[in-house]
């Protein structure tokens, strides 16, 4: 054990190290070919910034897992690690997801191709045979057949992806949570021991924390700010969809079958599920359009309570550590669904909080494109 905790260390150890080396180089090819996110009435930053952040996630991932499975592999017993039809398929689909988002980036694509795609690419994993195929218990529901597992993991991938990436609003964001959910999913897939899942999320963890260094600090006079992109949360939102179906499936060929797969895993995302969630309900209610822009998801509404940017970090990223703790508390005495009745509770009681806020300041709760800041 304390042997595969080294792995993963040095594996974080060199994607951080590939992430410090490459944001400073990606922010001044950034500069040179003036390709920055530049402020609107719906974005937060004032100046522009570079945006190509998230191009590094998955070199500087795929470099330290290389090296480090190789070392792996040279002391491993009878091979521990073995590539899998549905890895296979998972790297071709983040491939895909990755090429979407830095051209989207660079050219801009228009959002029904990038739909498009992130639906190809999500059905390539039950494609190769990995879909959800067990609700353990949630809704009364058991076993899933293919015919309904498939196209709901298809579902749920997609999703995730859109929900990190419209989330991905204010500083640290999408990358704090992604950080969070990364280390939830690290510790789930160690305490099965398999392996090299956990050397891949610890590859991409190493290279988020030199990201949020830059992100949220900007170097140390603030000159080498840099926004993740398209790039960066398609392929977080991406990574994280794929992780929550590996988790979820029942398989016993690779790990014993476990009541609380899919509950963990879900918690694991729970505020960008839930903010999408309500997003979508918000614009439905008040007939505009689901696809549409605003100034309505959690950290939007936050920073209009009168709250400063990290603060507003701070305060989700602690929400969601909360509903972690909360929901692992509240396994064993109660049901799968209890508890996301509960949290669907918790989540309205806090925006009813923050509504409050909002009014005593004489803001407006829900904000259109069409109104002034």
């Keep these: 054990m304390n042997q595969h905790i080294l792995y993963i260390l040095g594996t974080f150890t060199i994607s951080m190290v590939c992430g410090f080396i490459a944001i400073p180089i990606i922010i001044r090819f950034c500069r040179k070919k003036e390709l920055y996110d530049r402020p609107n009435s719906r974005k937060v930053h004032k ?13 500087s991932m795929i470099i330290s897992s290389i090296i480090m499975m190789f070392v792996f592999n040279q002391n491993a017993v009878n091979n521990e690690i073995n590539i899998s039809l549905w890895s296979i398929f998972f790297v071709i689909s983040l491939m895909l997801i990755y090429a979407v988002g830095l051209i989207d980036d660079i050219v801009s694509l228009s959002p029904k191709t990038k739909f498009a795609i992130q639906v190809i690419a999500a059905a390539l994993l039950p494609a190769s045979g990995l879909y959800i195929n067990n609700m353990y218990g949630f809704m009364g529901i058991h ?18 992806d859109n929900a990190m990436n419209l989330i991905d609003g204010i500083d640290g964001l999408s990358g704090g949570l992604s950080l969070i959910a990364l280390a939830g999913f690290l510790n789930c897939f160690a305490r099965e021991e398999i392996w090299a899942y956990c050397i891949l999320i610890a590859g991409l963890m190493g290279v988020l924390i030199a990201f949020l260094y830059f992100n949220i ?4 006079n603030g000159s080498l700010k840099i926004f993740m992109g398209d790039s ?12 929550l179906v590996k988790f979820s499936m029942d398989n016993p060929n690779v790990m014993p079958f476990r009541r609380d797969s899919l509950m963990l895993s879900c918690t694991l995302l729970t505020i960008p599920i839930f903010d999408v969630c309500r997003v979508i309900c918000v614009r439905t209610l008040h007939h505009k359009p ?11 509404k936050l920073m209009r309570a009168g709250l400063t940017q990290h603060q507003t970090l701070v305060t989700i990223l602690a929400l969601a550590l909360f509903f972690i ?3 692992h508390l509240l396994f064993d005495p109660l049901y799968f669904s209890s508890i996301v009745a509960l949290d ?3 989540w309205l009681a806090f925006h009813a909080i923050v509504n409050r806020m909002i009014r005593k300041k004489g803001g407006k709760v829900f904000f259109n494109d069409s109104d002034d800041d």
């Excluded at 196209?151 to 995730?160: D, Q």
């Excluded at 600090?217 to 140390?220: F, I, P, Q, V």
């Excluded at 689901?290 to 939007?300: E, L, R």
């Design 325 to 327: 703790a909360f929901n």
């Design 217 to 220: 600090y900007g170097g140390r």
């Design 143 to 160: 076993e899933l057949p293919y015919y309904i597992g498939a196209p709901l993991t298809v579902f749920v991938i997609v999703f995730i």
């Design 344 to 346: 669907i509770v918790i």
């Design 232 to 243: 960066g949360s398609l392929t977080l939102g991406f990574i994280l969809g794929f992780l």
């Design 47 to 59: 100046c522009s910034v570079p945006r190509l952040g998230g191009i590094c996630f998955i070199p």
């Design 290 to 300: 689901i696809f549409g822009a605003d100034k309505n998801h959690i950290h939007h």
